[in-house]
């Protein structure tokens, strides 16, 4: 199963990198490319535990659905999104806020498999590791920007 580990360093505090990326309407603004939007559950504001939202997005051209649930909550230095319904096997995503002097040092930890057996381990190593990392690293990009106006 692959697995991602992205640090991105962020001029603001813990607090507000925490809030801004629980926040759906940022969510969807950094996912402008995919077209993703929400199409079920929490519509607006910063998630908290136990909430999900259904997203909709466009990736390699194909429309993909997928309700998430936040299963893990300790603000503001960590919280957790899985995949409930969708497209994967398995999607795990830790999201982790260190402070330091006033910066902020985000780190994400990401599980995922496709389904179907050995085809989906080969789309996951071929396709999927760099696509889902330069996907991350450019929400990451979009969060740092907004956090620093």
Do not use: K
């Amino acid at each position: 199963m692959p697995q991602l580990e992205l640090e991105t360093r962020i001029d603001a505090p813990a607090r507000a990198c925490f809030d801004l990326s629980l926040d759906v309407g940022a969510h969807t603004a950094s996912m402008g490319d995919s077209g993703e939007r929400v199409v079920g559950g929490v519509a607006e504001g910063v998630m908290g535990l136990g909430d999900e939202v259904t997203w909709r997005a466009r990736h390699f051209g194909v429309p993909f659905t997928m309700t998430s649930r936040i299963t893990a909550l300790e603000a503001p230095r960590r919280f957790v999104d899985e995949q409930v319904r969708g497209p994967f096997e398995r999607w795990w995503h830790e999201h982790v806020f260190d402070e330091v002097d006033g910066r902020t040092r985000m780190l994400d930890r990401i599980e995922f498999a496709s389904p179907v057996g050995p085809v989906g381990r080969i789309v996951d190593r071929l396709v999927l590791e760099q696509y889902m990392t330069r996907l991350i690293e450019r929400r990451n990009a979009w969060l740092a920007a907004e956090l620093s106006r």
